[in-house]
């Protein structure tokens, strides 16, 4: 049985920083495209980053150069580094892991077959 559990999520000023947990179990996320979404109340959900491994990750233009995709694989736990946050950040942060056999990385999220139960993250002005 697949699962996904975020953490670190919370509330801050704009400016800080949080860095988000996902630790996976019954998959290795140094196995298969990962990715972090989010959503605003009211708006669709929308990509943030995602990738193979921290090399070769991909990010929204709205998050690039301020957060950072990474793993650890010995704890088999995806992390996502939020640094100088703004409002616009507010948002429920949730983990996907894409395991299809080919190894297909996607920003899609309608293709992401596991997903976490979400962690809430409030940037205040």
């Known amino acids: 049985q697949v699962q996904l559990v975020e953490s670190g999520g919370g509330s801050v000023q704009a400016g800080g920083s949080l860095r988000l947990s996902c630790a996976a179990s019954g998959i290795a996320v140094s196995a298969y495209c990962m990715g972090w979404f989010r959503q605003a109340p009211g708006k669709d959900r929308e990509w943030v980053a995602y990738g193979h491994s921290d090399v070769d990750a991909t990010y929204a233009d709205s998050v690039r150069g301020r957060f950072t995709i990474s793993r650890d694989n010995a704890k088999n736990t995806l992390y996502l580094q939020m640094n100088s946050l703004k409002p616009e950040d507010t948002a429920m942060y949730f983990c996907?892991?894409?395991?299809?056999?080919?190894?297909?990385?996607?920003?899609?999220?309608?293709?992401?077959?596991?997903w976490g139960q979400g962690t809430q993250v409030t940037v205040s002005s």
């Open positions: 996907a892991a894409l395991t299809v056999p080919d190894g297909y990385c996607s920003a899609a999220s309608h293709l992401y077959n596991y």
